[in-house]
């Protein structure tokens, strides 16, 4: 055995999440043999929320024991760095994947789900921000804990020239922004198109987010402007909706994926939030296969959810004593694997054409 050998043979065997070759992926960032003969192999992983781990160390030293009869055992190792598709480079950010997260009717958990991927994919390891594009009904920061006023910060550019840029506000290890943060709980909010598409270009491009593995979007209910005003804007990664099981919300859920394709922003699923006793189950894993879109997994109805929100401690949903955190868990490692397969198989995202 030599390290090319090893490397050659290791390349070729199938990712089980993607079913690409890893040489096809690029995941085997190093194949050596050391000189007592120890073959040593570390996988990049595309992102910190891959499942299956022990899948991929046992192939290989399945691999390794077949193929070199009595050699020693082959050590792997695992890094990650997410891959994405610089969701925000065409106005400047440095943001890897943007992911929003919308609906087709209110009241179906939407705002609980965004904060939720938020925190669980912080929770993995990523650098994660979640901005509030519900503009008239903003809950982020309630759900998060979060207070205070974003401040302006002057930074120089490229050309050097001095810009105001905003800075979020940062709780439990994610960067909030929220037009909650800028207006009274009572006060409420009432703009035309025009003022809310200035709102979230400042959101987003005069916002400094820093580097970002991913940014969640919570969108407002429904179809309208912010959805249009984002194709616009940015590259997203893609769109997950939430609905709950019964069928007035799934016939809502439908209008969702319509518009989301009519403005060229890639689904990447459905997530049933709020699955058990009360609303039913099975509703949306349904309508995902009739609509040939993937269905992302389940979060269970459960008193904790409610209570964690209402306390603004939703990143408390991931302790380990959490009765939802291993569902949850499950459902943000099957959005991030999407954003990866996504990104595999269509690397660029068409733009929106404005006629």
Not at 55 to 83: D, H, N, Y
Not at 305 to 320: Q, T
Request: hydrophobic letters at 40%; aromatic letters at 6%; charged letters at 20%.
């Amino acid at each position: 055995m030599n390290s090319t050998d090893l490397k050659s043979s290791v390349s070729a065997l199938y990712d089980p999440e993607i079913n690409r070759t890893f040489g096809e992926l690029g995941m085997i960032s190093k194949a050596e043999v050391q000189a007592n003969g120890t073959p040593v192999v570390e996988v990049e992983l595309p992102t910190p929320a891959y499942p299956g781990r022990e899948r991929i160390s046992q192939a290989i030293q399945s691999l390794v024991s077949q193929k070199w009869p009595g050699s020693p055992a082959a050590q792997v190792s695992f890094t990650w760095m997410v891959r994405g598709k610089d969701s925000g480079g065409k106005i400047g950010l440095r943001i890897k994947n943007v992911i929003a997260v919308g609906s087709g009717k209110g009241g179906v958990g939407k705002s609980t789900t965004s904060a939720m991927l938020a925190y669980g994919l912080k929770s993995f390891g990523a650098k994660v921000g979640l901005m509030d594009a519900d503009v008239y009904g903003p809950s982020i920061p309630h759900l998060c804990g979060a207070s205070g006023q974003p401040e302006m910060v002057e930074h120089r550019g490229p050309d050097g020239q001095v810009v105001p840029r905003i800075q979020p506000i940062e709780k439990n290890g994610v960067k909030l922004l929220s037009m909650g943060f800028l207006v009274k709980e009572d006060q409420a909010v009432i703009w035309r198109g025009p003022m809310l598409h200035k709102l979230l270009t400042q959101f987003l491009a005069q916002t400094d987010w820093g580097d970002l593995d991913y940014l969640i979007i919570d969108l407002p209910p429904g179809t309208g402007d912010v959805s249009l005003t984002l194709s616009q804007l940015l590259g997203l990664a893609g769109a997950v909706i939430v609905c709950t099981p019964q069928k007035v919300a799934l016939l809502d859920a439908v209008k969702a994926i319509s518009m989301f394709n009519q403005v060229k922003i890639p689904v990447l699923g459905i997530v049933e939030n709020m699955t058990g006793e009360i609303f039913g189950r099975g509703g949306a894993k349904d309508q995902a296969v009739k609509s040939n879109i993937p269905f992302l997994g389940e979060i269970p109805i459960n008193a904790s959810v409610r209570v964690l929100g209402d306390e603004g401690r939703i990143a408390d949903l991931f302790k380990e004593d959490s009765p939802v955190r291993e569902p949850m868990l499950q459902v943000c490692q099957t959005i991030a694997m999407q954003v990866a397969k996504s990104l595999l198989e269509t690397p660029e995202l068409p733009s929106l054409e404005i006629l």
